[in-house]
């Protein structure tokens, strides 16, 4: 089961060790596999600084990505909510340069000012 979240442009904070930068994504949906909560967003780098950040997903590992759009938060939240499961395992998929990278995360909700966050910590094993 499968949901259009938000086809217009937000920006998707990227956390590594030793950066954090904004890029831009497109096409933002979610997926219920089960007890699989699948959110899935595809980058669109809208100059070639953001080129050069969406080549670093590809060469660098990230600790942890953040959502502040409300639509996005709020479709995501509300979908999980349609479905019998108690406990989901979540993941991220990054569709970028023709490849999806697939990342197990734990999602934590926090507030910054008036500004909600979604937090996706990245499990890297």
Do not use: C
């Not at 994504?25 to 219920?32: D, F, G, H, P, V």
């Not at 197990?104 to 000012?113: H, I």
């Amino acid at each position: 089961m499968d949901r259009s979240l938000k086809i217009e442009v937000s920006s998707l904070y990227i956390q590594h060790a030793k950066a954090e930068y904004a890029i831009d994504a497109a096409l933002w949906k979610s997926e219920i596999q089960g007890a699989l909560a699948i959110l899935r967003v595809t980058i669109k780098p809208s100059n070639s600084i953001q080129q050069r950040y969406q080549t670093l997903l590809h060469e660098e590992s990230i600790l942890a990505v953040y959502i502040d759009d409300e639509k996005v938060i709020d479709g995501f939240r509300s979908h999980l909510q349609e479905t019998d499961v108690q406990h989901f395992s979540y993941q991220l998929e990054l569709v970028s340069q023709d490849e999806i990278l697939i990342y197990k995360v734990t999602p934590a909700l926090s507030a910054q000012g008036d500004v909600r966050m979604l937090e996706l910590n990245i499990h890297n094993t």
